[in-house]
């Protein structure tokens, strides 16, 4: 059975929800784990072929602001060190369309810009069709670099949401 690692940050909200979701859900058909970001080290990064990554954009804290928890900062330090050639990796973001319609999930985005240069295969994109959104670090011509869910303003479209990207990276992970 194929493993995948579903790593998160910040813990205790819709981000860690939605990584318990997508662990429920993908342990169907995977031998699925997730960890909060301050549990993941290098090690834990070679173990895993298959690797999913979810951040939250908090309000306008920014991916180098300093101020970020430190989940969100124990990734970005695995994600600059590490070599993710032969990883297939996908991302969500959470994020608040209304408070922050110019920002987005832009971490998501920020993070895909660095697995790019770290020779990750990303998978998981999704058609901004039924978002309502001004800029995003995590657009990608018409799509977003994963499952983005603003589950502030959004809510009732979560589910709906990651079912669809599941059935999707579910396909790309077995491949």
């Not at 859900?25 to 070679?46: H, I, Q, R, Y």
């Not at 810009?113 to 011509?141: C, M, P, V, W």
């Not at 983005?148 to 491949?175: G, P, Y």
Request: charged letters at 25%.
């Amino acid at each position: 059975m194929k493993k995948i690692l579903i790593i998160y940050g910040p813990r205790g909200g819709y981000t860690e929800h939605v990584a318990d979701t997508l662990k429920m859900e993908l342990s169907k058909k995977f031998d699925a784990k997730s960890l909060p970001g301050t549990m993941v080290s290098l090690s834990t990064f070679n173990e895993y072929d298959n690797i999913i990554i979810g951040v939250a954009t908090l309000g306008n804290d920014s991916w180098n602001a300093g101020r970020q928890d430190m989940d969100v900062n124990q990734i970005q330090v695995i994600l600059n060190r590490f070599d993710f050639s032969r990883k297939k990796v996908a991302l969500f973001g959470l994020g608040n369309s209304i408070l922050y319609p110019e920002h987005f999930c832009d971490d998501m985005g920020i993070i895909e810009d660095i697995l790019q240069k770290k020779n990750a295969e990303i998978i998981g994109y999704t058609s901004t069709y039924d978002y309502s959104f001004k800029e995003s670090k995590a657009l990608r011509d018409n799509q977003l670099c994963g499952l983005a869910l603003d589950n502030d303003t959004e809510n009732e479209k979560t589910e709906a949401r990651i079912s669809a990207w599941i059935d999707a990276v579910t396909i790309e992970f077995l491949k």
